[in-house]
């Protein structure tokens, strides 16, 4: 199990036990409290300041530890701008470094948007083989839609989507699930430019974007972060290029982008 996913049941498990012996103390010892005190508007005021502080804590310890997770970026913000969040950030900081230190780990085995170097040498080990992984025609025509209005508002002319380099694409892909790995490099050793050769495709600029991420606007602002990435989609040098997008559920999606003149 995961140092981090130890660290969270360990400090919950602790948190249960302090609960329980709480209690336990509390109600063996209330019954040498005198009755006057028990009916008291005091004791019931400290009762429910007490319980109230303790619920405002938990929940914002559990809202600060959501945080953690590499939830969609519209759920992150969500959490960040609810109440408890706010509250956890701007009156403990301790709190919030606890979580930090102890909690961020937590989403370490979800896949997260990772853009491979534009470097041919690295290689990415999923960790994990797809054999039939599934083909997301419909996002590759979001993506098209994405990399063109980024083209768009800089003044350069759109890509047209061309058959021939999905093709290619979508082989890369294939091969990289079922070999477990994501790189420019093939199996044999093959660059994305013997690629396009292979297949008989002329060009004279061409260039190739890779990313692993659990969705596309994951994928898409990974590749725009990335300087080589982010230069291949708004390049004026190149008027075509083929998208495949392949899946493998939760353990996320490839995303190859070949872009030629």
Do not use: C
């Not at 508002?153 to 070999?179: N, T």
């Not at 972060?225 to 899946?247: C, F, M, Q, R, T």
């Amino acid at each position: 199990m995961p140092e981090s996913y130890v660290k969270a049941l360990a400090f919950f498990g602790i948190w249960l036990i302090v609960e329980v012996l709480f209690f336990t103390v509390f109600y063996f010892g209330a019954d040498k409290l005198p009755q006057s005190w028990e009916k008291s508007r005091t004791n019931a005021a400290f009762g429910i300041l007490g319980g109230g502080l303790k619920a405002l804590l938990i929940l914002s310890l559990i809202f600060l530890s959501l945080l953690m997770l590499p939830l969609p970026k519209y759920v992150q913000k969500s959490i960040s701008k609810s109440y408890f969040s706010k509250f956890g950030h701007d009156n403990s900081p301790q709190l919030v470094s606890f979580v930090d230190t102890n909690f961020s780990g937590l989403g370490s085995n979800v896949i997260k948007a990772v853009a491979v170097s534009p470097d041919q040498k690295k290689i990415v080990k999923l960790g994990f083989t797809e054999k039939n992984p599934i083909i997301n025609i419909a996002e590759e025509k979001v993506m098209l839609t994405k990399i063109n209005k980024a083209r768009t508002e800089i003044g350069v002319d759109k890509l047209v989507l061309d058959d021939k380099l999905s093709e290619v694409a979508l082989s890369h892909g294939i091969e990289m699930f079922a070999g477990g790995f994501l790189s420019h490099l093939s199996a044999d050793g093959s660059s994305p430019f013997d690629r396009l050769n292979k297949q008989q495709i002329s060009y004279f600029f061409a260039g190739e974007n890779l990313a692993i991420a659990p969705d596309l606007d994951s994928a898409f602002n990974a590749l725009m972060e990335s300087p080589g990435h982010k230069a291949n989609i708004l390049s004026g040098d190149y008027g075509k290029v083929g998208i495949a997008v392949l899946g493998a559920g939760s353990k996320g999606n490839i995303y190859v982008q070949e872009f030629t003149d």
